[in-house]
């Protein structure tokens, strides 16, 4: 059997932005069910790095992917955290390598691993407000993250050439949002399931190539510039938001490992 952590945050929908939703994402009839959903309380359990006894969130791009996909969907959801360092036994029932973030529906007390499932099962469930699955376009990017873990790493004179690649990567999404300059997110008026999944990368790759490496995404990449800043504006970044100093530590600690 499962058990349930003892400390929960229970996440209300929030507006995601200062504009209405379009139309056709959010009907009125739609909006009433949302509210009635509300009323009724969290429709979700979503396990993520953090610690239960500080009720902290932890570094974790991959919850925060779950996790955004949460808030710009509107789902009313508990958030509950597992100590890295101190893994429940159940964990690794749901998750084989006792990996974060789980997701429990709460409707049905069904379990889903993996962020990708998790964005997946979420806009099957939850239509009102459509952000497109895990594979969806724009396919921008897609060699970001494994570029960014090379750079991390890299010493030397090895340095240049994984430099190179995640420059090469974040051109991508510079040059992506320049051919697209009417649109502010790479799903268009609003963020879609590319931008909950590259938008905490970015984030970490800001944060830790600056302090661990000493290196900045180039200023020439303004379209990039200008995204991070309008995503990490709204509503939902606040709301799932965790400082740099933890994205900070986490590396650290996985370059120690």
């Known amino acids: ?71 710009e969907k509107h789902i009313p959801y508990k958030e509950e955290y597992i100590d890295f360092a101190n893994k429940p036994k159940w964990l690794f029932d749901i998750s084989s390598k006792g990996a974060v973030p789980v997701m429990k529906d709460l409707q049905n007390d069904k379990w889903i691993a993996d962020s990708g499932d998790i964005v997946d099962y979420l806009e099957d469930k939850f239509t009102e407000l459509p952000l497109g699955k895990q594979n969806s376009p724009p396919h921008v990017a897609q060699k970001l993250f494994p570029n960014f873990i090379a750079a991390l790493k890299a010493d030397g004179g090895d340095f240049q050439g994984k430099e190179a690649d995640l420059v090469d990567s974040l051109q991508e999404i510079d040059t992506y949002l320049r051919d697209h300059g009417r649109s502010p997110f790479l799903g268009g008026e609003r963020p879609n399931a590319v931008d909950c999944m590259i938008a905490p990368r970015l984030y970490h790759i800001e944060v830790a190539m600056k302090e661990l490496k000493g290196w900045e995404i180039p200023s020439s990449l303004t379209s990039l510039h200008e995204y991070m800043k309008r995503i990490q504006s709204r509503d939902s970044w606040k709301q799932t938001y965790y400082p740099p100093e933890k994205v900070l530590a986490g590396w650290k600690a996985h370059l120690e490992s």
């Open 1 to 71: 059997m499962i058990s349930n952590a003892r400390h929960t945050i229970v996440r209300p929908v929030v507006c995601t932005s200062s504009k209405a939703p379009p139309a056709r994402a959010l009907t009125r009839r739609s909006a009433l069910r949302l509210s009635v959903a509300m009323a009724a309380g969290p429709l979700i359990e979503i396990y993520v790095k953090g610690s239960p006894e500080t009720q902290e969130r932890g570094d974790c791009p991959f919850c925060h992917r779950a996790l955004l996909t949460l808030a």
